[in-house]
């Protein structure tokens, strides 16, 4: 699945709330050898369903067939691939950063440049909160590189037609 026409597809999967139905659907991505990019799940506005929000890469035959046989599955209501130019995606964040009286003011000031949000200022550490597509994640993470990021906690992609 790495050749040159692979990209990333968003599929969005309404399945019942039940035991087991996240670990069916990792696990088919895995018997076929499918890498399962990110995966984001959470109880709907109905509490009887959740959404599971998986990021693949490939072409679009493999995208096609990972669809029919998610629609397969017990527990599952719905397969759609979304696609990127009709839905909003974002992902979440949280950085903790080492802090010094030195470079203090920096970070404030990046985090400030992306709206992000400080959670917590500690003598040597500080914690940041950002929303926003992946490319911008990467850019903030990629600022507050040499200044000694000490944790990432990271969301997949998270989508919804608009």
Request: charged share 25%; with cysteine; proline share 2%.
């Amino acid at each position: 699945m790495s050749n040159t026409a692979d990209k990333e597809y968003v599929l969005s999967v309404l399945a019942r709330n039940n035991p087991g139905v996240l670990l069916r659907i990792a696990g088919l991505f895995s018997r076929r050898c499918y890498n399962i990019l990110s995966i984001v799940a959470a109880q709907t506005e109905n509490t009887e369903y959740s959404r599971i929000l998986i990021v693949v890469s490939g072409d679009d035959r493999i995208v096609r067939q990972v669809d029919k046989q998610v629609s397969k599955l017990v527990d599952v209501e719905e397969v759609a691939v979304l696609d990127r130019e009709e839905a909003v995606v974002r992902e979440h964040l949280l950085l903790k950063i080492e802090r010094s009286l030195q470079n203090s003011e920096k970070l404030v000031e990046i985090a400030n440049v992306f709206h992000a949000n400080i959670l917590n200022v500690e003598p040597d550490s500080m914690i940041v909160e950002m929303t926003g597509d992946a490319t911008t994640i990467n850019s903030f993470i990629e600022l507050y590189n040499p200044y000694h990021v000490l944790k990432i906690l990271r969301t997949g992609a998270m989508a919804m037609m608009k």
